[in-house]
């Protein structure tokens, strides 16, 4: 059981590059979503979704965008990458209910120069 | 402003030994508090989840506790193990079905043998 597989596990990018990170989950969950962790802060929200063709904004959607075509697969696209978006990037997904836990992979680290 | 705030920072324990860790949150409405582990590298992995009637949860060595009137919790670590090194993230629901989750910053853990 894979559970939730991103990659890649390390990306450098220059400045004004566009890249896609990949999520995907193989336990049939509803809910996806992305986050990203810097030093000293909690993880923030970036985009969710709660089924296929359904996405919101989460706190820091600025510079990202996100699909959901299938149950499975969760990419997040960088559109133009900026420094500020250097950071670790986290995909988790939940089977939905009230008292259900995330699921995490193991994250992208992301540098941009 | 977070409004999860995690103490200490850091702290570095001896093997065999116990300690506690502090979340405070200012989270309302509060619908339950998790504590999940992360590893260096990894994504975080869930630990406990409290709903605001629970006022402890265990999970082996691991016991949080919950104060949903003064909006507190603590994690217990039981006979630290070397694998205990770690960081540890308080993580707050504001309402059920809601997966806008309020994210410590989370408390480092060094175990030392």
């Known amino acids: 059981n894979a559970g939730v597989t991103q990659t890649p596990k390390f990306q450098v990018l220059k400045t004004g590059q566009s890249m896609t990170l990949q999520c995907a989950q193989d336990m049939n969950h509803e809910y996806m979503s992305w986050y990203r962790q810097d030093p000293g802060m909690g993880l923030r929200l970036i985009h969710y979704?709660?089924?296929?063709?359904?996405?919101d904004q989460g706190e820091v959607p600025n510079g990202y965008n996100v699909s959901r075509s299938t149950t499975e697969d969760f990419p997040l696209r960088l559109l133009s990458a900026a420094p500020s978006q250097t950071s670790v990037y986290f995909c988790a997904s939940h089977p939905g209910g009230r008292n259900e836990k995330l699921f995490f992979g193991s994250g992208t680290q992301l540098s941009v120069l | 402003k977070n409004q999860v705030e995690q103490s200490p920072q850091s702290l570095i324990i001896l093997e065999g030994k116990n300690c506690t860790l502090q979340c405070n949150y200012t989270v309302s409405p509060f619908s339950n508090l998790r504590w999940y582990k992360q590893d260096t590298g990894r994504g975080p992995v869930s630990l406990t989840i409290m709903t605001f009637s629970e006022n402890t949860k265990s999970n082996g060595r691991y016991t949080a506790t919950l104060d949903a009137d003064t909006k507190q919790s603590s994690l217990h670590i039981t006979a630290s193990q070397l694998s205990d090194s770690a960081s540890y993230i308080c993580v707050v629901s504001p309402k059920p079905n809601d997966y806008k989750l309020s994210f410590g910053a989370g408390t480092t853990v060094t175990v030392r043998a």
């Open positions: 979704s709660v089924g296929a063709g359904i996405t």
